[in-house]
């Protein structure tokens, strides 16, 4: 869905819309992010490795109550309940969860395929 731009200047196209489209993302009545949930939500965990600094500089944009609101809208919108002000206080850093993920992802991938090989 990213296109030719991909992981590495989807952030940089993230600045810009906030630049651009500041209140449209904050508003829950427009779909503005809804889709950026999506567009987040299909990257594989390498690009999203890729993406994850600039990400990260892109939603600084955004003054803690405003990054508060979006986690609010997020929230909302998977249907799930809980603070948004601690989904933004996480406990370790950002890039290191998702590394984390990424070797998760690669360990069940390397399980699977040994267990695919070992029933042949």
Do not use: C, H, N, Y
Request: glycine residues 8%.
């Amino acid at each position: 869905m990213l296109g030719a731009a991909g992981a590495s200047t989807f952030a940089d196209w993230l600045a810009g819309l906030f630049a651009l489209a500041r209140q449209e993302v904050l508003d829950a009545d427009t779909p503005v992010l809804g889709v950026l949930d999506e567009l987040v939500g299909d990257l594989t965990d390498a690009d999203f490795l890729v993406a994850l600094p600039a990400l990260r500089q892109a939603f600084e944009f955004f003054p803690p109550r405003e990054r508060e609101t979006i986690a609010e809208g997020l929230l909302e919108r998977r249907g799930l309940r809980g603070s948004a002000r601690e989904l933004l206080r996480t406990p370790d850093a950002p890039l290191l969860m998702a590394e984390a993920r990424a070797l998760e992802t690669r360990v069940e991938k390397a399980l699977a395929a040994a267990f695919l090989e070992g029933e042949s």
